[in-house]
């Protein structure tokens, strides 16, 4: 498994990624934007063999991280490459100088939900109709970037390019 920094030439899968995962998925254009204007913006893709299996995206904002998207091609699912994707997420994170992180999740969505609370992540509110597709709310979450929900280590794979 090895972590990177998106570049353009990833949108494609990205946008394929996004429809498998998503009922209201981001387009390329979107994705384009994020990664040429949006200096806020962070985002690495997840490889395994050569294929983009998932990637996760953030905006980082003084000392705070608010995650984006995470998402994995369908076929990656339930093998704990989420976690690792997000600890990921959250180490780059950290080291990029945020101190907390946060995120918004369907409330009708318990498999997220479980591992972002397994991650650290507890419920802080509700936003309502947040969800364009079907006005469901969102419940959001936030975590404290600490070694104890992300790992000893606190080096950035995806910023030095290396491997997990």
Do not use: C
């Not at 949108?11 to 990664?35: D, G, H, K």
């Amino acid at each position: 498994m090895e972590y990177r920094l998106m570049n353009l030439d990833d949108i494609a899968a990205i946008v394929e990624i996004e429809q498998e995962a998503f009922t209201a998925p981001w387009t390329a254009e979107a994705f384009r934007n994020e990664l040429t204007n949006n200096l806020f913006a962070k985002y690495m893709v997840m490889e395994l063999d050569g294929d983009i299996a998932g990637y996760g995206g953030m905006w980082l904002i003084i000392d705070e991280a608010h995650v984006t998207n995470i998402a994995l091609r369908a076929k990656y699912q339930g093998r704990g490459y989420g976690k690792a994707l997000l600890r990921e997420l959250m180490k780059t994170a950290r080291y990029l100088g945020a101190r907390r992180m946060t995120l918004e999740v369907r409330v009708s969505n318990d498999r997220a939900q479980s591992l972002y609370r397994k991650m650290g992540f507890a419920p802080s509110g509700v936003r309502p109709n947040y969800y364009s597709d079907n006005m469901e709310d969102a419940l959001i979450m936030w975590a404290d970037l600490n070694l104890e929900n992300i790992g000893e280590s606190e080096t950035a794979g995806a910023l030095e390019g290396g491997e997990a």
